[in-house]
């Protein structure tokens, strides 16, 4: 059974089952590791196991980590040697984009290292399964170690044998055609068969009465096929291709599902189906291109005409812009234009006038012009007949004004006798 995996994305993959014969079950024996400082945070650097079969044959798995020696201030955690029946029931550990500590539990109730190994950076974890015990580890490691994946085996799987197929029977006689069995029986017949998960089908019979049809299934003799042309694979991986995100299917008869899932770069999970990559698909948008800066950031390089942290946002090339005549500037994918108010202007900038409101122009203008020199000739012969007339003592209007003065007394002495005759008469 695969537990989760812990850690980041980074680092070369590794998987120690790899190179195990997978007729046997393995556990850890010897456990080392090495802790140091890396960009200032405690971890551990490396880890190392020594493996011990069913059959008591022990295998020297490979150091994971260390492999630039980049770490300062490095302690060697270990070695540490399990007795005799002793098994890893229990992991411990913290961890963010990198493994920060890592403690092992026993069934004999042992706590190794103690204390971790490790620091105190990163989030608690802890994996476990109740009636399993620690086979093998999976992940990834380079400069240190950065994921790690724990892979368990149920306690009996290690001294259980396969049961055995064995038959009583009595008086028993069998003619057989093809694939099919007619057998007469005097007495009870009791056929057991016990099998693994993928083995061929099986038939299990109680008190067979005379007469009876059974199927027997035609026996391979190569245990890895299945089918009655004995042409199929009983591999889990070629049966259902349980791997997600282009992960690669071990066959693994230790795992409990018969298989293990070795994840690219960025995935894990049992059938790699968690993506944790940092740059995910349509992260940067508009045909942007993510670029992993570090364990936990990106940067999108845009493509011509957006930006913004994940491109999102058209560049504006409006600003600094100015469109002449109360023009609009309006931003384009990769440049701007001018909206000019009617046709009265054109142009990049609105910077051109048309020719019609130019003569329009210049004949207001001219009316505007021709008003101010009528205002301007008014205003100059008032001044002037002032001048003549104060200063020269010349009054163009005196004769005229004489003139009407007395017409206007004539009229007045005229109207006085008309009335006062009016008056007379009206008397009399």
Not at 221 to 230: A, H, R
Request: proline share 3%; net charge neutral; aromatic share 8%.
């Amino acid at each position: 059974m695969a537990g989760n995996a812990y850690g980041g994305s980074l680092g070369t993959p590794f998987n120690d089952s790899q190179t195990f014969d997978s007729s046997k079950i393995y556990a850890p024996k010897t456990i080392s590791m090495i802790q140091g400082i890396f960009n200032g945070s405690l971890l551990v650097e490396s880890i190392h196991i020594i493996y011990e079969a069913s059959d008591k044959t022990i295998f020297n798995g490979s150091k994971h980590g260390g492999n630039k020696n980049k770490t300062s201030n490095k302690t060697e955690c270990g070695p540490f040697t399990f007795n005799a029946g002793e098994k890893i029931i229990q992991v411990n550990g913290r961890n963010d984009s990198r493994i920060h500590s890592l403690q092992f539990v026993t069934n004999e109730n042992k706590t190794i290292p103690d204390p971790k190994c490790g620091g105190n950076d990163g989030g608690a974890f802890n994996d476990s399964n109740n009636g399993y015990y620690l086979s093998f580890i999976s992940g990834g490691s380079g400069t240190v170690l950065d994921r790690i994946q724990f892979h368990w085996v149920k306690f009996q799987d290690a001294t259980t044998e396969l049961p055995s197929t064995s038959a009583t029977s009595s008086t028993t006689t069998s003619t057989t055609t093809t694939s099919t069995t007619r057998t007469t029986t005097t007495s009870t017949t009791t056929i057991t068969t016990s099998a693994q998960k993928t083995s061929p089908i099986v038939t299990t019979m109680s008190n067979v009465n005379s007469s009876s049809l059974v199927f027997v299934p035609k026996h391979c003799t190569d245990s890895t096929f299945i089918g009655l042309s004995c042409n199929i694979s009983n591999s889990p991986c070629e049966l259902a291709t349980p791997c997600e995100n282009d992960g690669t299917c071990i066959s693994n008869k230790v795992a409990t599902y018969g298989y293990i899932c070795s994840c690219l770069s960025g995935f894990n999970g049992t059938y790699c189906e968690l993506d944790q990559r940092i740059c995910k698909p349509h992260l940067c948008l508009h045909n942007g291109t993510c670029n992993e800066t570090s364990d936990t950031t990106f940067h999108c390089i845009c493509a011509n005409g957006w930006e913004g942290i994940h491109c999102e946002s058209m560049i504006n090339h409006c600003e600094g812009v100015e469109c002449m005549n109360n023009g609009v500037c309006r931003p384009l994918l990769l440049g701007y234009k001018c909206e000019c108010l009617g046709t009265s202007y054109y142009g990049s900038h609105c910077e051109f006038t048309a020719r019609k409101v130019v003569i329009s122009k210049i004949i207001s203008k001219s009316f505007s012009y021709i008003a101010i020199i009528a205002l301007s000739l008014v205003v100059m012969f008032i001044v002037i007949m002032d001048i003549l007339t104060y200063c020269f003592g010349i009054d163009m209007t005196r004769e005229e004004l004489e003139r009407y003065r007395r017409e206007k007394r004539d009229r007045k002495r005229i109207n006085r006798r008309v009335n006062k005759q009016l008056i007379r008469t009206n008397i009399s």
